[in-house]
């Protein structure tokens, strides 16, 4: 089991920009998918951003486009999510989660983190 561990969240104002990191350790695996999801009070859990480590390809959800960048470090055995630009509607709990093989776009992932939360005041 792959442990992941989230940091970065914070509270910020309207506009501003943190960026989120998932550290992995234990097993490792030659292709893999790591992801990005939040999930706000009330609301279902939303992917938000992944990367599949076997080519590199990232995709980052319509609803922060231009906004969140996800990239990774696989030296680090690290996952970013930098989030520009955010809005009160990005409050929630983020957690960073993995699978081993391609990425899906549902939460069908083996591991998550224990999430960190990311406060966006008006």
């Known amino acids: 089991q792959v442990r992941l561990v989230e940091s970065g969240g914070g509270s910020v104002e309207a506009g501003g920009s943190l960026r989120l990191s998932c550290v992995a350790s234990g097993p490792r695996y030659s292709r893999y998918c790591m992801a990005w999801f939040r999930q706000a009070p009330g609301k279902e859990r939303e992917g938000v951003a992944r990367?599949?480590?076997?080519?590199?390809?990232?995709y980052v959800a319509d609803s922060v486009k231009g906004r969140f960048t996800v990239s990774q470090d696989n030296a680090k055995n690290t996952l970013y999510l930098q989030m520009n630009s955010l809005k009160p509607e990005d409050t929630a709990m983020y957690y960073c989660?993995?699978?081993?093989?391609?990425?899906?776009?549902?939460?069908?992932?083996?591991?998550w983190g224990q999430g960190t939360q990311v406060t966006v005041s008006s």
């Open positions: 990367v599949y480590t076997g080519s590199g390809s990232a």
């Open positions: 989660a993995a699978r081993v093989g391609v990425c899906v776009t549902g939460s069908d992932y083996n591991d």
